[in-house]
């Protein structure tokens, strides 16, 4: 690959992910049995040959920082190699936090000016896709543009959640970008934005000297719509997968799809790295079946011991399930254990949790979701970190507990508990 540099866009938190966010940025957030978000982009920088990478963030960064390490992971330590955390700071010009995704790339110009790239490659960090960028790259340099957006067709009944483009007809790959409205009210097309930009250096720099003392906080918003007509800007049409997180009903579906018959995230189409060091994942134990256990269509990782029934779930390493215990249509996170005689049925529980002997989670309905993919926010629950749920209580469905909850200050937050029943 040419000199480019990437920016991996890492400091949101998404309200919508609610307690999952609470105390982790949501690139950050673990997902499939094993990775992180970030770990996507981060791959597909690896795949592609581009190793320089600066990455924003700002949102409790610290869980961020130590799962990314020193990049060695993804390839991204050595000589012609590198991987910065850039926290928002305040330098010689008042500065404040990042508001927006053009205003995190504006407060690190120093930094890109120092790198020294002929061109600037900006992704989000919360998207699960699979992309080679050397393709656009070489769509960006065979039509001579300044700016490439790359996009991707959606659904036109989910097209307003979108930014969308406009792009000249003709060629496969996309073409002069014509026109673009951010979440749109009604909406023209169903080419959506990906919050990937290809600029070159030079023009980056010229649209920063002209823009960074305004009020242009985000790409989509402000300024992709302005710089249209001012500078070669062309629209490249991706057809790969992309997998959308921002709320609790698509992290769920994405993790879900996993567990789907020729997946397109399964691991023989798609090598995803990530670093093995954090959480010591390179050295658990094998997996541990016991005589009892029964498993169907889930994902088991090392260090998981089970005991119990899983179904249609996803297990990281180190989750355990206890004797006559039930996970169902669930993710069991980092070191989480499910005591014997639990039920957890169409939940998310995040990492080191505790459920008690006897607790009920979610829904007792029979019906999976495997059967009618059929699943509403308010049927998740959500566990945070850290949080030890009662013996013999029952949550309800869609409730969130919030995180690091023990039994003793449960009972203060009995909101979030449907009853006792022990």
């Known amino acids: 690959m040419e000199n480019i540099l990437a920016m991996i866009l890492a400091g949101g938190r998404v309200n919508q992910l609610d307690v999952l966010t609470e105390n982790r940025p949501k690139s950050a957030l673990p997902f499939g049995g094993l990775y992180r978000v970030i770990d996507f982009p ?11 990478i600066g990455i924003p963030s700002q949102y409790r960064p610290f869980s961020l920082m130590n799962h990314i390490g020193d990049g060695s992971a993804w390839d991204m330590s050595g000589r012609n190699s590198s991987l910065h955390i850039l926290p928002p700071f305040k330098g010689h010009r008042p500065s404040d936090w990042y508001q927006g995704s053009a205003d995190a790339i504006f407060q690190n110009m120093d930094y890109i000016k120092n790198m020294r790239p002929e061109k600037v490659l900006i992704l989000s960090g919360d998207h699960i896709y699979n992309m080679d960028y050397t393709r656009l790259v070489k769509f960006h340099n065979e039509a ?3 700016v490439t957006v790359a996009f991707k067709e959606v659904p036109f009944d989910q097209a307003t959640r979108f ?23 009604y909406p023209t ?9 290809l600029f070159n250096f030079e023009t980056l720099l010229s649209i920063y000297e002209e823009f960074a003392n305004g009020r242009t906080f985000d790409f989509g918003k402000d300024l992709i719509p302005e710089i249209l007509d001012r500078y070669r800007t062309y629209g490249y049409k991706f057809d790969g997968y992309w997998g959308y997180t921002n709320s ?3 992290y769920y579906r994405t993790n879900m799809s996993l567990l789907q018959r020729d997946s397109e995230l399964a691991p023989d ?7 093995l060091r954090n959480r010591n994942l390179a050295d658990r134990e094998p997996a541990i079946i016991g005589k009892q256990a029964r498993i169907k269509n889930s994902l088991i990782y090392n260090g998981c011991k089970i005991y119990g029934s899983v179904e249609n779930s996803i297990l990281f390493p180190g ?9 169902r249509d669930s993710i069991i996170m980092f070191d989480s254990r499910v005591q014997e005689k639990a039920r957890i049925n169409q939940a998310i529980v995040d990492a080191d949790v505790r459920v008690e002997t006897g607790a009920s989670i979610g829904s007792q ?9 059929d699943i509403h926010e308010d049927g998740i629950v959500l566990v945070g970190q850290r949080t030890v749920v009662p013996a013999f209580s029952a949550i309800a469905p869609g409730k969130k507990v919030q995180p690091n909850l023990l039994n003793g200050s449960f009972a203060m937050h009995n909101y979030e508990i449907k009853e006792f029943i022990g």
């Not at 496969?172 to 749109?184: I, M, T």
């Open 144 to 146: 001579d543009a300044e």
């Open 163 to 185: 930014g969308l483009g406009e792009i000249q007809a003709g060629k496969r790959e996309g073409g002069r970008l014509l026109s673009y409205a951010e979440k749109p009210d």
């Open 269 to 275: 189409k798609w090598q995803v790295k990530t670093n």
């Open 248 to 250: 609790i009903v698509e």
């Open 365 to 373: 309905d029979s019906t999976s979701f495997f059967e009618t993919e």
């Open 42 to 52: 981060l791959s597909n920088l690896m795949y592609s040959g581009i190793r320089r």
């Open 319 to 327: 989750s355990y399930v206890g004797p006559d215990s039930q996970v």
């Open 189 to 197: 097309g169903t080419n959506a934005s990906l919050t990937i930009y």
